[in-house]
C-alpha cells in the first residue's frame, strides 16, 4: 500500500505544481517576447516564472538592487495570489483521496507523503531558480510548502456536514464580516483618489500588455491592502516605508511606492474613524452571547481563534520592498493582533456586564 500511495502522492503534487507554474511560465514567456531582449536566452523569463510561483506560495526573496547593487529583501508578497496554490493542492489531495477510497490510515499518509513530495519539488524549484540578483530564502519554502498542504487538506475528507457549534466558524464568520466592512471602506477610499491612482498608473507607462499584468498584480494585492484599512480602522494603522506611518491620529508620510493601489492612502488625519473601533468591540459581544450558550472553554476558544486569525493575516499582508526606506510595508502584526485582542475583550467584558447592569436596573424599576 505504501508504493501506491507514493506514486500517487508524487504524481499528483506534480500535477498540482504544473497547474500553477505553466500559466505562470505563459505570462513570463509572453512579457519577455513582448518587451524584447537582447539576447534569445530563455533562461531569464523561466526563472521569472519560478519567482512568480515561488511568490505566490508567499516565500521572500533577497534581491540585489539597481543599479548601485544593494542588498534588499522582497517579502511584501500579494496575499490574494495565495488562492491559485491552494486551489491546485486541494485538487491533487481530492484526487489522491479518492484514489484510496478514502480509508483513513491511507488519507493521513497521502497527507504526508504529499506535503513531503510537493515541498520537495518546490525546494528543487527554489534552488534551480536561484541567481545572483534573486536568491529564494531556501529554508521557508518547505515551511511555506508544507503549511498550504495541511490548510488545503481541512475539510476534504469531511463525509457530513455538521451543524453543530464551532469555535473556527464562529470566528472565521467574524474576520469574514470585519474584512467585508474593510473591503467596502478601501472601496469607497479609491474612488475618492481616482486622480491619484490614475496619475501613478501613467507614471509607470505600462503599455498594454504591461497595463493588464499591472492590473491582475493590483487585484492581487487587494487582501494586503484591506488589512492595512482593517488596521487603519482598528487603531494601529500601517506603514508605506521606513519611519512611515498612516494612521487615524498620524499621518507621517513624505512619499508612496510606485503602485497604484497605494493611491487610495488617507491624504490627512482622520481622528473619527477610530469609531469603527467599536464592530471589533461588537464582534466580541458576539462571541460571548453565541459562546455562552456552550461553555467557557468554547467562548475562550472562539477569541483565540479569532485573534490567532488576525495575527495570520497581519503577516501575511506586511513586509519589505526591495529597499531600504521601503523596509516596513503593510500592517505591525503584533500591534494589530493586541489592538484586537483588547477590543474583542472589551466587547467580551460588555455582553458580560451589560445584561447583569440591565438586571440591576430594571429590578430598581420594579421596586
Not at 489531495?93 to 510537493?118: E, S
Not at 498594454?208 to 499584468?213: D, F, K, Q, V
Request: with cysteine.
Amino acid at each position: 500500500m505504501f508504493q501506491r500511495v507514493l506514486w500517487v502522492s508524487l504524481t499528483q503534487a506534480i500535477r498540482s505544481t504544473a497547474l500553477v507554474l505553466l500559466p505562470t511560465s505563459f505570462i513570463s514567456l509572453l512579457a519577455w517576447a513582448t518587451a524584447g531582449s537582447s539576447n534569445g536566452n530563455t533562461t531569464e523569463p523561466m526563472r521569472a516564472a519560478l519567482w512568480m510561483w515561488l511568490g505566490a506560495h508567499h516565500v521572500p526573496f533577497h534581491v540585489i538592487v539597481p543599479p548601485a547593487g544593494l542588498p534588499g529583501l522582497f517579502s511584501y508578497l500579494p496575499a490574494g495570489a495565495l488562492v491559485f496554490p491552494l486551489l491546485a493542492i486541494r485538487s491533487g489531495l481530492k484526487r489522491a483521496f479518492d484514489g484510496c477510497d478514502f480509508n483513513p490510515r491511507a488519507l493521513r499518509l497521502i497527507r504526508i507523503l504529499y506535503a513531503t513530495c510537493y515541498s520537495g519539488i518546490a525546494t528543487l524549484l527554489a534552488w534551480a531558480s536561484t541567481s545572483r540578483a534573486v536568491t529564494p530564502i531556501l529554508y521557508l519554502v518547505p515551511l511555506m510548502s508544507i503549511s498550504l498542504v495541511f490548510v488545503a487538506s481541512i475539510g476534504i475528507n469531511s463525509s457530513r456536514k455538521t451543524r453543530d457549534f464551532s469555535p473556527i466558524r464562529l470566528a472565521s464568520y467574524l474576520l469574514v464580516i470585519v474584512m467585508g466592512f474593510s473591503s467596502l471602506a478601501l472601496g469607497a477610499s479609491m474612488f475618492r483618489h481616482l486622480k491619484t491612482i490614475e496619475n501613478l498608473t501613467v507614471v509607470l507607462q505600462p503599455g498594454l500588455l504591461g497595463g493588464l499584468l499591472l492590473f491582475i498584480l493590483m487585484a492581487l494585492y487587494i487582501p494586503n491592502v484591506v488589512v492595512a484599512t482593517f488596521a487603519y480602522a482598528v487603531g494601529p494603522g500601517f506603514a508605506v516605508g521606513r519611519d512611515t506611518l498612516v494612521s487615524p491620529l498620524t499621518h507621517r508620510v513624505l512619499e508612496i511606492p510606485a503602485l497604484p493601489i497605494l493611491g487610495a492612502l488617507p491624504s490627512s488625519r482622520h481622528p473619527f474613524i477610530l469609531f469603527s473601533a467599536l464592530v471589533v468591540v461588537a464582534g466580541g459581544i458576539v462571541i460571548y452571547r453565541v459562546t455562552m450558550l456552550h461553555s467557557v472553554r468554547a467562548l475562550a476558544h472562539s477569541y483565540l481563534y479569532a485573534v490567532a486569525g488576525v495575527a495570520l493575516l497581519s503577516v501575511l499582508s506586511c513586509g519589505s520592498l526591495f529597499t531600504r526606506s521601503l523596509s516596513a510595508v503593510g500592517v505591525s502584526p503584533w500591534q494589530v493582533t493586541a489592538y484586537v485582542a483588547v477590543e474583542l475583550l472589551v466587547g467580551v467584558l460588555l455582553g458580560w456586564l451589560l445584561p447583569l447592569l440591565f438586571g440591576q436596573l430594571r429590578n430598581r424599576v420594579a421596586r
